[in-house]
């Protein structure tokens, strides 16, 4: 794609081939920082297409998507409105956003520019009258905050207003507005309309949002007469405003030019400035709305509202009127980093998806702040309900569907099952009394209600964890029942659907397997921690008790079903060697950037498959970003073993920034980089991934992966950026895979322990006896540090991030 770019900007132009022949553009789009008043430098950031076979989204009118009915008003495809551009990662309204969006996104996307105004008339691109939260401004001119009343409120800041255009463009550059998202590309110049429609070579669809025509007129500057003196420049397709006396007059003035005229909904309380009605109350008017504007942009909760998180049950008829009245009706505030009702499961493409494919009808457009995910949910994700697997990597729980229920119950494993799982897991925990249950850690304390009841049993462990803890192995069966199964929140602000907070019940190893043989899962994996531990000071043997449930349930002599054993301990692999429709997998717990040559194959003699965490397949930066593919699945690949990762979750605090926060990215990413499993805790979501079409050359969009170290070269000064890995490899600057990370001392035997020397040990909660075996390192959760404001935010707003 050739770009009407500066011939004073450096660039570079890059462009490669990928292994399944799809072309891979990659094309800069320039980004400036300045600190103070002084320049420190040009830099390029290298946007690539993603993985598409042309990708020319935002320029002219989109082909229509192949095979699908649509409920909207036309009968096409909703429209993708980005929102200032792809602002949910780059300062919106500027260049890098709009590029990437319209470079990114399905073909077609809308770009939308807020209006704003300078003291002497000139036009620019901007989210907020006030301009502090989203420019420099404030510390360009510490001493230019007034005070206006805007609509009948008094608001306090900086002003565009106040400035002449020379001064602002060439001293205020754009910032990202909100703190917990990254300020990497702060610094961008501010642009006028006409500017973002001429950095295009074929004109880009563009949305132009009055938002304060009567503020401006008040003082003396006309948004319709710039408008209509720029229309030979602009040529917006879509004009919309809040203002119902403006669409009125400017109407009739751009009628010839076929712009579509929008009114804009705020919220139901606030008074619109013309008829000085409740836009609560205009919602009930829509004849008299059509007989000025063409259609309707309103808050995604006026279509379908929510209460205490939770969507109501049914939506509002304001779509439905509207089309009756041959009106086009947009949702707006979309955007992935916002905190979505629980129904979502985190999950933003099912927000889209309530809006685009209920049985009722379909919004005409979406305005979006991530115009990437809208393009993935229109192009690749709509009535994809009932569409086959397209790609066969597995899909394995991680303590059942976790995200939505308490890990380990009945409700989550169901939920598992009927959200696509191939493989449900259970890690076997054993009762004082002997009893196996599943449940996701021997400690109970986070994943039950234990310590309500038995704070008086927690003990500090050595061999099992550092914290202290309430342990299954010290309760009988008979208490554990009384506690109940509690969800895990992986955030502290993102909480997992409260309504299921104790659901479900606890389920023995037993039950587990015959819910698996029952409902048909594709396989079971079972995984076994701590039996040296359990053997010897507990007088357990865990590994016999999974051993004989496996035997009693016919697992061991069938071969429908994939039979998974999971363990970090090698000699507990070797146990199950003589079975031969058992698949070994050896768990690496530690934080590894590679393995030497040979390595894998040592592997190899204990385990058919590892299972690792994120870092060890993407390794990431401190600044969250990938950084490399590390040479782990091609050598174990090399060596016939296969390659689990996890775990993942869709919060997207969970999300490097590579991903813009949508976990369809790093699926597909992880995809790409071949592995054979993934682990996670939102099934649903690697299952609708998986059977997306969007896989082939023929697709209109395709969900594609990031290259890893890609953006963050962006992002690094020219001289210093480094050179993103085009093969996996090991990162020289983290710890390798080592021998001893596989290989384990054989497991004692187990000891014979009466029942006062079982209560001995309970009670006894010193620290680690000196001939204990040292636990393998383990960092399969590491609190990741940031520099500067946004990581204060970051840890203000969320306490702890994940990224194992």
């Not at 009114?263 to 109350?281: I, M, N, R, W």
């Not at 002997?434 to 038995?454: E, I, N, P």
């Amino acid at each position: 794609m050739t770009l009407n770019i500066p011939s004073e900007f450096p660039l570079a132009f890059f462009s490669s081939e990928t292994q399944q022949g799809i072309i891979n553009i990659s094309f800069p789009a320039l980004f400036m920082f300045k600190t103070g008043e002084k320049m420190i430098g040009y830099l390029l950031f290298f946007v690539f297409l993603i993985h598409t076979n042309e990708a020319k989204g935002g320029m002219g009118k989109p082909p229509p998507l192949p095979s699908k009915k649509w409920m909207t008003l036309s009968g096409g495809e909703p429209q993708i409105v980005a929102n200032g551009g792809f602002s949910g990662l780059f300062p919106a309204s500027s260049i890098i956003a709009y590029d990437f969006a319209a470079s990114n996104s399905l073909p077609g996307t809308i770009l939308l520019c807020d209006l704003q105004f300078t003291r002497d008339g000139q036009g620019f691109c901007e989210s907020a009258l006030a301009l502090q939260n989203t420019t420099n401004v404030d510390d360009i001119d510490p001493k230019g905050q007034k005070t206006y009343n805007v609509n009948g409120q008094e608001i306090h800041g900086w002003f565009g207003l106040d400035y002449d255009a020379v001064y602002l463009f060439n001293n205020v550059t754009l910032n990202q507005n909100l703190f917990t998202r990254p300020p990497w590309w702060d610094g961008q110049m501010i642009n006028m309309p006409q500017d973002v429609v001429a950095y295009f070579k074929t004109p880009p669809r563009f949305w132009l949002n009055v938002q304060y025509d009567s503020f401006y007129n008040q003082h003396r500057i006309s948004p319709e007469d710039f408008i209509l003196s720029s229309m030979v420049d602009i040529k917006p397709e879509f004009i919309s405003s809040p203002e119902i006396g403006f669409l009125k007059s400017i109407g009739p003035k751009v009628k010839a030019a076929k712009t579509k005229l929008i009114f804009k909904f705020l919220g139901a309380d606030v008074t619109e400035p013309t008829t000085k009605e409740k836009y609560s109350s205009l919602a009930t008017k829509l004849p008299m709305i059509k007989s000025f504007a063409s259609g309707i942009v309103v808050p995604k909760d006026y279509i379908w509202p929510s209460n205490n998180g939770y969507l109501q049950t049914a939506p509002t008829n304001l779509v439905l009127d509207a089309h009756k009245q041959g009106l086009e009706v947009y949702a707006s505030f979309f955007a992935n980093d916002d905190y979505l009702t629980y129904n979502y499961s985190y999950d933003p493409t099912r927000e889209y998806l309530q809006y685009v494919d209920n049985s009722q009808f379909s919004v005409d457009g979406v305005l979006t702040d991530f115009p990437v995910t809208a393009s993935a949910t229109i192009g690749c994700l709509y009535q994809n309900k009932n569409a086959s697997r397209t790609i066969k990597t597995l899909i394995i729980s991680h303590d059942g569907a976790s995200g939505d229920f308490p890990g380990s119950t009945d409700l989550a494993y169901q939920k598992a099952i009927e959200d696509g799982v191939d493989i449900i897991d259970c890690s076997v925990q054993l009762s004082k009394d002997g009893v196996a249950f599943c449940l996701t850690s021997a400690d109970l304390t986070d994943s039950t209600t234990a310590a309500s009841l038995f704070m008086d049993q927690a003990t500090t462990i050595q061999e099992i964890q550092s914290d202290n803890g309430i342990f299954s192995f010290d309760l009988t069966w008979t208490e554990i029942q009384s506690v109940k199964p509690q969800i895990q929140n992986s955030f502290r602000d993102l909480i997992r659907n409260p309504q299921n907070k104790n659901k479900g019940k606890f389920v023995t190893l037993s039950e587990f397997l015959e819910l698996a043989k029952t409902k048909a899962a594709t396989g079971v994996l079972i995984n076994i921690e701590n039996a040296a531990y359990l053997a010897s000071d507990k007088g357990l043997d865990i590994v016999e008790t999974v051993s004989t449930a496996l035997s009693n349930a016919t697992f061991d002599k069938q071969s429908t079903q994939k039979v998974l054993i999971q363990s970090d301990d090698s000699s507990v692999l070797l146990k199950f060697k003589d079975i031969p429709n058992y698949q070994r997998v050896l768990t690496i717990k530690k934080d590894i950037s590679g393995t030497p040559a040979g390595l894998a194959q040592e592997v190899k003699k204990y385990a058919d498959a590892i299972s690792v965490i994120r870092r060890d397949i993407i390794t990431s930066t401190d600044t969250f970003f990938t950084k490399n593919f590390t040479n782990i699945v091609p050598a174990m690949h090399a060596a016939n073993v296969s390659v689990y990762v996890g775990v993942l979750k869709n919060e997207f605090q969970n999300l490097l920034l590579d991903y813009y926060s949508d976990p369809y990215v790093e699926i597909a990413t992880l995809v790409d980089a071949r592995v054979d499993g993934l682990i996670t805790d939102y099934p649903a979501t690697a299952n609708s991934y998986m059977r997306s079409p969007c896989h082939n050359k023929a697709a209109p969009y395709k969900i594609s992966g990031v290259r890893p170290g890609e953006m963050y070269a962006s992002v690094q000064p020219t001289d210093q950026a480094p050179t993103p890995t085009p093969t996996p490899a090991p990162d020289n600057n983290g710890p390798l895979l080592t021998i001893s990370d596989i290989v384990d001392p054989p497991l004692p035997p187990v000891a014979k322990i009466s029942t006062s020397d079982s209560a001995s040990n309970t009670t006894s909660t010193g620290s680690t006896p000196t001939t204990a075996p040292a636990p393998k390192s383990s960092s399969s959760s590491a609190t990741v540090t940031k520099a500067g404001v946004y990581i204060a935010a970051v840890v203000g707003v969320l306490g702890f991030l994940t990224l194992g």
